[in-house]
């Protein structure tokens, strides 16, 4: 039998991702240990396990390198990449905003030329010129966007808030809600037709472990 190659986000989905692959029967005691090593195999179910960075499990699904990936809405809104998005995990719920110094409250729709900070600028562009039919300056960033805001080099920043956490410790407040987020479960468009009957059997298994926590 061939190899199902998965494609997990690393860092805190992967752990979750993992739990829920250990509950249906697969074996990721080799990923829990901490190493450097990035292909795990589950040899009994012929299955791999490839950790990679959140922004590159698209990546990794569409072109086929991996034949199922566990990856935030978030990472799949930003990436447009041509997979079936088949389940929404329910885990790492957290939503996507605008957020800012609280004066900003009001004004964020009626300025010009409003300087957004942010990871997510295909996001944040979609959002602005789609939804709300406003042309703003987009500033790309690659983490502690929450600084831009406070040294002058955006307005506001649209970011993932989960706890709030981040925002409060630095004086910043939601502004507007975007779009809410959390884990999915994404499949290669060939891998579904060529492994039809071993990827409905792990979907089979993830909705029931969804349907049991309800
Ligand atoms: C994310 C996000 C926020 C923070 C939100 O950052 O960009 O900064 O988490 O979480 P909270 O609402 O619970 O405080 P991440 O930890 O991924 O690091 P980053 O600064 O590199 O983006």
């Known amino acids: ?24 029967g697969m074996d990721c005691s080799e990923m829990k240990e901490k190493s450097r090593k990035l292909i795990f195999t589950d040899e009994k179910n012929k299955v791999k396990f490839i950790l990679v960075k959140a922004s590159d499990v698209p990546t990794y699904v569409e072109y086929g390198a991996a034949d199922i990936g566990i990856v935030g809405k978030d990472t799949l809104l930003e990436e447009g990449r041509n997979l079936y998005e088949m389940i929404n995990l329910g885990f790492g719920k957290c939503r996507m905003c605008v957020c800012g110094k609280p004066e900003m409250k009001d004004k964020i729709f009626m300025m010009n030329n409003l300087k957004v900070a942010s990871k997510y600028t295909h996001i944040a562009e979609k959002f602005f010129r789609d939804e709300k039919g406003q042309t703003v300056e987009l500033i790309k960033l690659n983490g502690s966007v929450e600084l831009a805001p406070l040294v002058g080099l955006s307005d506001v920043i ?57």
Not at 1 to 24: N, P, Q, S, V
Not at 167 to 184: I, K, P, R, T
């Open 1 to 24: 039998m061939e190899y199902l190659t998965i494609a997990l986000a690393k860092g805190r989905l992967a752990e979750l991702a993992m739990d829920m692959f250990t509950a249906i």
């Open 158 to 214: 649209v970011d993932i808030v989960e706890s709030g956490k981040t925002l409060y410790e630095n004086g910043l407040d939601v502004l507007y809600e975007v779009c809410e987020l959390s884990a999915w479960f994404v499949v290669n468009r060939v891998s579904m037709k060529m492994h039809t009957e071993r990827i409905m059997n792990i979907v089979e298994g993830f909705n029931n472990i969804i349907s049991e926590e309800k």
